[in-house]
């Protein structure tokens, strides 16, 4: 297991830019796929980003490719998601979660192949 602790969300307008930061502890970081997900007030979890234990495999769903990046510093045991060109309809909690990555280009994108979960940050976009 590893414990993850998300930080970095806030208020900003829309056109800006936001960085999250998703930090382990626990097992080994560098063991494990790490995903941010996202959930919109009154809609159902959504996919986001992967990155894999690697870190030299990423995945994006379409709705933020181009403007999301994922990235991570194992030696830091936090993993990043850097968001540019916000848009109101990208406000939601944002979680990070982790699973143990079976190779090391491994990426998963389906929340039930997640073995844990942080508590989310929040992330407002104005318009």
């Known amino acids: 297991q590893v414990q993850l602790v998300e930080s970095g969300g806030g208020l900003v307008q829309a056109g800006g830019s936001v960085r999250l930061s998703c930090a382990a502890s626990?097992?080994?970081?560098?063991?494990?796929?790490v995903d941010w997900f996202r959930q919109a007030p009154g809609k159902e979890r959504e996919f986001v980003a992967a990155?894999?234990?690697?870190?030299?495999?990423?995945y994006y769903a379409d709705s933020v490719k181009g403007r999301f990046t994922i990235s991570r510093d194992n030696d830091k045991n936090t993993v990043y998601l850097q968001m540019n060109s916000l848009k109101p309809e990208d406000t939601a909690v944002y979680y990070c979660?982790?699973?143990?990555?079976?190779?090391?280009?491994?990426?998963?994108?389906?929340?039930?192949?997640?073995?844990?979960w942080g508590k989310g940050t929040l992330v407002t976009v104005s318009s």
């Open positions: 979660a982790a699973a143990l990555g079976r190779f090391s280009y491994s990426i998963y994108t389906s929340p039930a192949a997640m073995d844990n």
């Open positions: 626990g097992r080994t970081f560098s063991n494990y796929a």
């Open positions: 990155i894999s234990r690697s870190g030299g495999n990423t």
